[in-house]
């Protein structure tokens, strides 16, 4: 059984810092790509950024370009979200997935697995 835990979210103020985790089990991880995604209220699910099995290749929405860098230790099986100069707009749930593929993804549909998320929420 695959499990995706997020952790790291918070309460922050805008212009603050926060990085995120997601710990997956279940699945060889170092096999695929993984994702960010984040969902706030009333809204779609928004791609946020994705890393290839090895690391090599990222992709990011333009929203946080510039801003968030992903990355993943295949040792511990975890994903990382560094989030840096964050916003109000950044404010929602963010949650990852493990792709259906080895490259990076940017649509949901191309992945399988998914987490429950961690709550971001930037003050103004």
């Known amino acids: 059984q695959v499990q995706l835990v997020e952790s790291g979210g918070g309460l922050v103020q805008a212009g603050d810092s926060l990085r995120l985790s997601c710990a997956a089990s279940g699945r060889t991880f170092s096999r695929y790509a993984m994702g960010w995604f984040r969902q706030a209220p009333g809204k779609e699910r928004e791609f946020v950024a994705t890393i290839s099995k090895s690391g090599s290749t990222t992709y990011y929405a333009d929203s946080v370009k510039g801003r968030f860098t992903i990355s993943r230790d295949n040792a511990k099986n975890t994903v990382y979200l560094q989030m840096n100069s964050l916003k109000p707009e950044d404010t929602a749930v963010y949650i990852c997935?493990?792709?259906?593929?080895?490259?990076?993804?940017?649509?949901?549909?191309?992945?399988?697995?998914w987490g429950q998320g961690t709550q971001v929420t930037v003050s103004s």
């Open positions: 997935a493990i792709a259906r593929t080895s490259w990076s993804q940017s649509s949901p549909n191309e992945y399988n697995y």
